[in-house]
């Protein structure tokens, strides 16, 4: 093995990895808001979904 192959398989290997956190990223991006009786806001405070809309709105948050 001479020095080039390591840098080959080490830019194979970030190359590898850079895709899959590309791939992942959007995991990323899920915000568990609880805090609520599963959505029911029965416990939420007034203006609770008019933060959490703004929240979205502000960040690009799309609803799942």
């Known amino acids: 093995m001479i020095l080039g192959d390591k840098f080959r398989s080490f830019a194979s290997a970030m190359h590898e990895d850079i ?22 806001r029965i416990t939420a405070l007034d203006g609770y979904g008019i933060l959490l809309g703004s929240l979205a709105g502000l960040w690009s948050l799309r609803r799942i």
């Open 19 to 40: 895709a899959r956190v590309r791939q992942l990223s959007s995991l990323l991006t899920e915000v568990n808001l609880g805090a609520t009786a599963v959505g029911t």
